[in-house]
């Protein structure tokens, strides 16, 4: 059995990321466009009709912007935490499905488990998806590892890990401190040195593809990121996620 992944857009401007299997798959956000999801889909061979449910983090714009157009074209359930739903995206109530953290959700073969994390939203969650003994994770907006993250991520065959920021250009950029502080201060996003060892810490020996997500476009580059993790990486591959296009689709095997 395996799973098939991509980042559909990762980045302040939108993420959206896609867990399936052969029959159905789920997306995690949609913080960019209907129309840009379809069109990115359709350039990988996914079809739309695959996606059975759509599961929120959290009500951040970048996170929800597309989430009330696409569930309500296709009639796709929406799972969100009750909070979350109270702050936002604006849904059709009768698409809405609350969840709580810890509770393994079927949807067809995959089960989806939401977790909490530690981030500047009403009450915001990652996610990790199974199927067949082989799991992917969702670490995006965690302003810092704590047990849960780690809990999950040791259980990850692949995973989509925030590797938000260099602190050197945090520090040094154009940001007033106040964003800074807020993005460094526990519960706005991973650095890259706070994912890396994350990475060299607590990866499974089974991990065989890690997207670096959610990449600040002021505060980091593709490169700096990714030259962090490739010492480390043996025999893991390691992938940035971009937030102009969708990544490539990578099949996930239990081995």
Known sequence: MSLYITAINSGSNGNCYYVGNQTEAVLIDVGISCTAVEKRMALLGLPISKVKAIFVSHEHTDHTRGVSTLANKYSLPVYISGETARHGPRLISHLAITFEAHQSIAIGDLQVTAFNKC??????????????????????????????TIHYFKKC???????????????????????????????????????????KSHRPSFMTHLLLSHLSRSNNTAQIASELFLPHAGNTQIIVASRLEATALFTISAG
């Open 119 to 148: 981030h500047d939203a009403s009450d915001p969650h990652s996610f990790v998806i199974s199927n067949g003994g082989v799991t992917v994770g969702v670490f995006t907006d965690h302003g810092k590892v704590c047990d849960d």
């Open 157 to 199: 065959h692949a995973a989509f890990l925030e590797s938000n920021y260099d602190e050197t250009m945090l520090e040094n950029g154009p940001y007033a401190d106040i964003l800074k502080n807020r993005i460094r201060g526990g519960l706005g996003h991973l650095s890259n040195s706070q994912a890396v060892e994350l990475f």
